[in-house]
């Protein structure tokens, strides 16, 4: 990435206080864009492509960290929002997938279902950035987040929000919950009464632009002496039009550049360059297709979920005489019902060491965890670890060989899991600072802790890492 970054300046900072925060006065908004799929090799190779005020604006007038990651794997979209807003990985923040089992229903239940309210951030368990600038403000911080998908816009949020705002799957029209005050269920609906200009037809990245832009302007954000934020989900995967269910990648990146530019440039003058940080991220996922790897002579191969745990009841049945010990299972995760066991004192860590030995020998099965390894050993990788929350996950996790895909034939549901690293950048852009590269490797969990020392307030609760460096 390098060699798209063209102005470079070195800060001399006296203190981290200053490398955090290079102007004397704190920004007035903090715009906040998480790109779902977004990676350098992408970004790149279509360099040449790019007008002046996108992704290569950011670039050459912003500190670019080339070499971003998590701090747990697997990454998905409602893991890595969760991220980004709290500073801490699934383990301490709650969020670990899109969906878990629930152990009430014994059914797949989402991440930001609410039994009363529908939609709500409540199984976050830690404060979001958003949430500190609240407190530390007495509630004087603006706080919104806009994105194509729910989860995305409600974990984003956090608990304090003034209006979070996503699409509906199925009509596509922008919807909240009653979660938030009240103002912004008003708001939304004297939104969607405005006859909308233009004739054209907009993509989920381009509408999500649009409406963050509007929710700056009829909300005055930015506009008084309290920093206001705002967070903007955008894709890189799935551009998409109603005449176009998938763009090809080119034309993606193409008109995601536009249209950050046209982001950038609309916010910078309404607040001032000098008054606006932008920070920019990717999910760090891709949603691989299913490849026929056999056709290239790729080892492969099925792993079918339900059968095996239908073949792991049986087994625990003969050894304990107890039919149905699996509650349910969940991707790569299997639910064990702790339930009877604790009735009939039977120990949990013995049921899963031998459920463990058992599903190591199946075939396309590389690695099995338990709920003991991932809360005590310390021999198991530390991503892995981070990426499991005892209260949601599942009593075992599976881990496939690599090209082989999990698939559960009740359910239909597939996956693809990868090893393989996804390069992305974290870029941090406006507010006087001067441009660099920083090859060193950076956490996603530091740009919570990073957004706070510029507007000199405290990391969110569960945020252990520093902000990051600029210089």
């Not at 529908?118 to 403000?137: C, H, L, Q, R």
């Amino acid at each position: 990435m390098n060699k798209y970054i063209t102005l470079f300046a070195l800060a001399a900072l006296a203190n981290i206080e200053c490398e955090a925060q290079p102007n004397t006065a704190v920004p007035r908004l903090v715009v906040g864009i998480t790109i779902d799929q977004l990676n350098s090799n992408d970004m790149e190779h279509f360099a040449a492509l790019y007008g002046n005020g996108g992704f290569k604006k950011l670039l050459n007038e912003g500190v670019v960290y080339e070499n971003a990651q998590y701090d747990f794997a697997p990454v998905n979209l409602a893991s890595a929002s969760t991220a980004i807003a709290t500073g801490a990985s699934p383990t301490d923040n709650g969020i670990t997938a899109e969906r878990w089992i629930s152990r009430e229903t014994l059914r797949p239940v989402g991440c930001t279902f609410d039994k009363k309210l529908m939609v709500s951030p409540n199984n976050v368990m830690a404060s979001t950035i958003g949430d500190e600038m609240k407190m530390a403000s007495n509630g004087n911080a603006l706080v919104f987040s806009v994105a194509a998908n729910q989860d995305a816009a409600v974990l984003h949020g956090g608990h304090a929000a003034d209006g979070v705002f996503w699409m509906d799957e199925s009509s596509r029209t922008w919807k909240t919950s009653a979660f938030y005050p009240r103002n912004a269920q008003t708001w939304l609906d004297a939104y969607l009464r405005i006859p909308k200009q233009g004739t054209a037809k907009k993509n989920d990245n381009q509408t999500t632009c649009q409406l963050a832009l509007d929710c700056i302007n009829d909300h005055a954000m930015g506009r008084d002496a309290y920093a206001d934020l705002l967070f903007v989900t955008l894709s890189a995967g799935n551009v998409a039009t109603e005449t176009n269910a998938m763009l090809a990648r080119e034309a993606a990146y193409r008109e995601l550049d536009r249209t950050l530019a046209d982001l950038i440039l609309n916010i910078e003058q309404k607040v001032g360059k000098d008054n606006v940080l932008f920070v920019l991220t990717s999910t760090g996922r891709s949603q691989s297709n299913i490849e026929d790897y056999a056709k290239y002579n790729i080892p492969t191969g099925t792993f079918y979920i339900n059968r095996t745990a239908n073949l792991l009841n049986m087994y625990l049945n003969a050894i304990y005489g107890i039919n149905r010990l699996v509650d349910g299972v969940l991707n790569n995760e299997i639910y064990i019902n702790k339930t009877i066991l604790e009735q009939k004192r039977i120990n949990i860590s013995e049921v899963l060491r031998h459920a463990r030995e058992f599903l190591v020998q199946i075939a396309g099965v590389k690695e099995v965890y338990t709920a003991d390894q991932l809360l005590l050993d310390n021999s198991v990788s530390t991503k892995t670890r981070n990426a499991f929350n005892h209260a949601v996950s599942g009593d075992i996790i599976v881990k496939i060989t690599p090209g082989w895909r999990i698939y559960n034939e009740e359910t239909k549901e597939e996956q693809l899991p990868s090893l393989a690293n996804m390069p992305f950048p974290i870029i941090i852009y406006g507010a006087g600072v001067k441009p660099k590269a920083i090859s060193t490797p950076v956490s996603t969990n530091s740009i919570a802790p990073t957004i706070a020392r510029f507007i000199r307030i405290r990391a969110p609760n569960a945020c252990v890492v520093p902000a990051l460096p600029l210089k």
